[in-house]
């Protein structure tokens, strides 16, 4: 692998050893919320304190998590491979916490918040941005109220373009802890494999997509992924 150009799309399954709960593995529930309660625009104008008191959740859960070794596998990729992206649909921050320094968010994150007139983005994360009250802006002459930073269901994920260039030019387009059901994310293993990548796919079980790698490697990310990775770099 030492020499090509290497793309990793990793999902709530990297996480899932380090206490944070995937979406799916429940069929579709989030903590016990439905997705659609908790993760759409239309939810946040419904019920904002439902969903603000979620994200609250999550977010004060970052406090208490740590990252495990798939996180830092991937750490050690990055640092010995020269052309690596890492692309997550996690809105955690184990990836960096184990050790990445360039990590793409296409699903936002939780450590920010973005104010709802002016839409800019900060990082609120002391103990006061943690209770279930509302956040207030710092850049509105009259304070907005802010909203999580998160990509929800029907909205457009972030760096788009940058995402869609690592996956049309890689020679190896990994996947790891990912259901194969939310898109676009779901569609990129087709982008690569159309330019002819190499397809590997990491998961505690065979997603929707799984067709889709030309290498399925199953079981927990966090106890095969490190081995993989040592192979890799061997290779
Ligand atoms: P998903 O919940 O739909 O699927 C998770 C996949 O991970 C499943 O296929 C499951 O079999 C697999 N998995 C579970 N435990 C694993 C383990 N130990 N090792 C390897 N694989 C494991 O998640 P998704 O595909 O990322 O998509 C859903 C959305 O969930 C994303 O948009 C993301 O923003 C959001 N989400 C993020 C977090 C997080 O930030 N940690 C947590 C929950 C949901």
Known sequence: MRGKKVVILTGAGISAESGVRTFRDNDGLWENHRIEDVATPEAWRADPQLVWKFYQARRRQMNEVEPN????????????????TLITQNVDDLHERGGSNSVIHMHGRLQTLRCETSKQIE???????????????NCCAEPS?????IVWFGEMPMHMEEIYSAGESCDVFIV????????????????????GAHTILVNYEMPANGEDFDEV??????????????????E
């Open 145 to 149: 109220r802010m909203r999580p930073d």
């Open 217 to 234: 490697h199953l079981g927990k990310a966090g106890e095969i992924l490190p081995e993989l990775v040592e192979k890799w770099l061997a």
């Open 176 to 195: 790891v802890g990912s259901s194969g059901h939310v898109y676009p994310a779901a569609g990129m293993v087709h982008v690569a494999r159309s330019i």
């Open 123 to 137: 990082t609120r994360m002391s103990d006061s941005d943690l209770t279930d009250d509302y956040v207030y802006c």
């Open 69 to 84: 070794p798939a996180h830092e596998a991937l750490a050690k990729l990055e640092s010995e491979i020269e052309d690596f």
